[in-house]
T-cell receptor, first 115, second 110 residues
Framework: KAGVTQTPRYLIKTRGQQVTLSCSPI?????VSWYQQTPGQGLQFLFE???????NKGNFPGRFSGRQFSNSRSEMNVSTLELGDSALYLC??????????????FGPGTRLTVL | DAKTTQPNSMESNEEEPVHLPCNHS???????IHWYRQLPSQGPEYVIH???SNVNNRMASLAIAEDRKSSTLILHRATLRDAAVYYC???????????FGTGTRLTIIP
């Protein structure tokens, strides 16, 4: 079974631009979560989607948004990029719905650099 | 969210057991204890989880204190490939998402 895939793997943008990152979960997984990882703040939860609906949201400004498609693939969008948005963006998928024991399977991440 | 406390870093010799501690004094009755690790230049990966009883799998063992206020991840025979940041995370009712702390950076000495 293929793992979680994220595209692109690397991205360079300039301040003020917007960016869209893509995540394909493991086949059959219905929940997709997004995380931001920076040296200063560590791994921070952005949001989670389940059956095309946002189910959980972290403490990020409205410039960060996401969506999930009927095939469970997900995209996240960052508008009006700032230098501080430079980070590794990680996507994770889980098989089932709301449960405390589901394992999250992470992709390799998209490294975004904002100049 | 319930908090966990881990040492910032630890070192261990190759082929020796490693005990990674985690304190979670505010754990609630429904909180599961999860461990993930992140190898260099990779996304985190699941290691193990438990509720009350000690747990074993092919990667590690999880020892949970009787009062559940602390736990220990045990790598029975560390290899160089175990060098990673290890995260201890609580998940339960109202806290379903993974909330990563700073973790413990484990260095394996050859």
């Amino acid at each position: 079974k293929a793992g979680v895939t994220q595209t692109p793997r690397y991205l360079i943008k300039t301040r003020g631009q917007q960016v869209t990152l893509s995540c394909s979960p493991i086949s059959g997984h219905r929940s997709v979560s997004w995380y931001q990882q920076t040296p200063g703040q560590g791994l921070q939860f952005l949001f989670e989607y389940f059956s095309e609906t946002q189910r959980n949201k972290g403490n990020f400004p409205g410039r960060f948004s996401g969506r999930q498609f009927s095939n469970s693939r997900s995209e996240m969008n960052v508008s009006t990029l700032e230098l501080g948005d430079s980070a590794l963006y990680l996507c994770a998928s889980t098989p089932r719905g709301r449960t405390f024991t589901d394992t999250q399977y992470f992709g390799p991440g998209t490294r975004l650099t904002v100049l | 969210d319930a908090k966990t406390t881990q040492p910032n870093s630890m070192e261990s010799n190759e082929e020796e057991p490693v005990h990674l501690p985690c304190n979670h004094s505010t754990i609630s009755g429904t909180d599961y204890i999860h461990w993930y690790r992140q190898l260099p230049s990779q996304g985190p990966e699941y290691v193990i989880h438990g509720l009350t009883s000690n747990v074993n799998n092919r990667m590690a063992s999880l020892a949970i204190a009787e009062d559940r206020k602390s736990s220990t991840l045990i790598l029975h025979r560390a290899t160089l490939r175990d060098a990673a940041v290890y995260y201890c995370i609580l998940r339960g009712f109202g806290n379903e998402k993974l909330t990563f702390g700073t973790g413990t950076r484990l260095t394996i000495i050859p």
